[in-house]
T-cell receptor, first 115, second 111 residues
Framework: AQSVTQLGSHVSVSEGALVLLRCNYS??????LFWYVQYPNQGLQLLLK??????LVKGINGFEAEFKKSETSFHLTKPSAHMSDAAEYFC?????????????FGTGTRLKVLA | DGGITQSPKYLFRKEGQNVTLSCEQN?????MYWYRQDPGQGLRLIYY???????QKGDIAEGYSVSREKKESFPLTVTSAQKNPTAFYLC??????????FGPGTRLTVT
């Protein structure tokens, strides 16, 4: 079965600094990979997705992620953090099981942006 | 506007009562999902459905029930058998494996 590991349940960065949120997946074949953002008391919003096209994926709000098969990683980055980026971020992978797609989520990383 | 709606946003119930959470989508997605989220934890899958009149148990289905009579609707009932029902409930839909779209969530408090 697929699994996703997010390193670091809490990450703090200064405003204007680089954001790096780590995600590693376990899969013998390249999966579909996703990053979501969740603000307090809201649903999850899709930031970006990798579906076997370009390995560098650009998403909303200036975020991007690079699929690295050799490292089984899909880390999320943003060159310059903004106060509005403070939220919880989830990495996910899709897995097909008996004709149905399920999504396996990491445990999340809470990003704090310091003024 | 296409999207997923969940109602109500906040729900309060007494222990021992069943309660039904609504989830509607107009994205024409085949698959729909229910997740539970507890403070500081990730998402745990309760039930999912690929097509009308068919659904499967997720990782924590005990104490919950669902129906899928229409493509657009996937209501979740939290029964009195659920030992710890207070949580944030999220509904999602997807087309194939290309990512999920989530509703705004329902916060259920049972006292």
């Amino acid at each position: 079965a697929q699994s996703v590991t997010q390193l670091g349940s809490h990450v703090s960065v200064s405003e204007g600094a680089l954001v790096l949120l780590r995600c590693n997946y376990s899969s013998s074949v390249p999966p579909y990979l996703f990053w979501y953002v969740q603000y307090p008391n809201q649903g999850l919003q899709l930031l970006l997705k990798y579906t076997s096209a370009a390995t560098l994926v650009k998403g909303i709000n200036g975020f991007e992620a690079e699929f690295k098969k050799s490292e089984t990683s899909f880390h999320l980055t943003k060159p310059s953090a903004h106060m509005s980026d403070a939220a919880e971020y989830f990495c996910a992978v899709s897995d097909r099981e008996r004709g149905t797609y399920k999504y396996i989520f990491g445990t999340g990383t809470r990003l704090k942006v310091l003024a | 506007d296409g999207g997923i709606t969940q109602s109500p946003k906040y729900l309060f119930r007494k222990e021992g009562q069943n309660v039904t959470l609504s989830c509607e989508q107009n994205l024409n997605h085949d698959a729909m999902y229910w997740y539970r989220q507890d403070p500081g934890q990730g998402l745990r899958l309760i039930y999912y459905s690929q097509i009308v009149n068919d659904f499967q148990k997720g990782d924590i289905a005990e104490g919950y029930s669902v129906s899928r009579e229409k493509k657009e609707s996937f209501p979740l009932t939290v029964t009195s058998a659920q030992k710890n029902p207070t949580a944030f409930y999220l509904c999602a839909s997807s087309m194939m494996g290309y990512g999920q779209y989530f509703g705004p969530g329902t916060r259920l408090t049972v006292t």
